[in-house]
């Protein structure tokens, strides 16, 4: 069955980075595209940035534009995000999963990200 498993969360101040992992299994990793998600308290979920399956063209919410890296690496099943210049508003659970339209039903825990001073 489907998993995703992020990890790499954790707690920063302001202007410092992370690297964010999702170890994906039980679908074709290599053959679909793949998004990080984040949602803040009392928000609803949110699209941060996607990656295509073959040519790994980029895309990124306004919001993180020029800080956030999506990337991925089909032979491990994996797929990363970046996170520099972290602001106290990217404080979140960061979930990983298929390009939005194309969403498993199933999410993982996810990976919590704090920043503040």
């Known amino acids: 069955q489907v998993q995703l498993v992020e990890s790499g969360g954790g707690s920063v101040q302001p202007g410092g980075s992370l690297r964010l992992s999702c170890a994906a299994s039980?679908?074709?990793?290599?053959?679909?595209?793949m998004s990080w998600y984040r949602q803040a308290p009392g928000k609803q979920r949110e699209l941060v940035a996607s990656?295509?399956?073959?040519?790994?063209?980029?895309n990124y919410a306004d919001s993180v534009k020029g800080r956030f890296t999506i990337s991925r690496d089909n032979a491990k099943n994996a797929v990363y995000l970046q996170m520099n210049s972290l602001k106290p508003e990217d404080t979140a659970v960061y979930y990983c999963n298929r390009r939005p339209g194309y969403q498993y039903t199933y999410w993982g825990q996810g990976t919590q990200v704090r920043v503040s001073s």
């Open positions: 990656i295509t399956s073959a040519s790994g063209t980029t």
């Open positions: 039980g679908f074709p990793f290599s053959s679909v595209g």
